[in-house]
């Protein structure tokens, strides 16, 4: 899956958490949204600091 990127809301944790490390390990470029700004930040500072291209976005989908 490379060349490819994949936006992920709710990676900070629980499911999303687990799909922004799959997405990781598959070559995607990952973008971890969150509202969760400390856990989201640490998650892709760990996850680059292995070699991958994770960044994380502070977000809150829920609202408009």
Known sequence: ???R???VTGGA???GRAVVEMMAEKGC???ACDR???KGR???D???AAGYE???ARCDVSAE
Do not use: N, P, Y
């Open 46 to 48: 760990r996850l680059s």
């Open 29 to 31: 470029r990952v973008v």
């Open 5 to 7: 990127v994949a936006v």
């Open 36 to 38: 969760e700004e400390e």
């Open 13 to 15: 944790s629980g499911i």
């Open 42 to 44: 640490a998650l892709a």
């Open 1 to 3: 899956m490379t060349d």
């Open 54 to 56: 994770v960044s994380f």
